[in-house]
């Protein structure tokens, strides 16, 4: 599980969870940014890589409660 905040160049923010995060770089910055949130409620559908000023992404190990 991963939580994916997405900082604009305007100043606004979006965090979602997504089970699988796929980001492709080369020597000029990100080329691809991919996510699958399959079950979760809300989520980017499309994002314009030119209006993005940070990606951050956080691996949160899945926990079983009172076990």
Known sequence: MHEVT???KSGAKTR???NKVT???NGFGVTNLA???EGH???PLH???DNID???I???EETTHGK
């Open 41 to 43: 409620d809300l989520y």
């Open 47 to 49: 994002l314009n890589e």
């Open 54 to 56: 940070a990606i951050m």
């Open 35 to 37: 996510w699958d949130c």
């Open 23 to 25: 980001v492709q770089r």
């Open 58 to 60: 956080n691996d949160k």
């Open 16 to 18: 979602f969870w997504a």
């Open 6 to 8: 997405i900082i604009f």
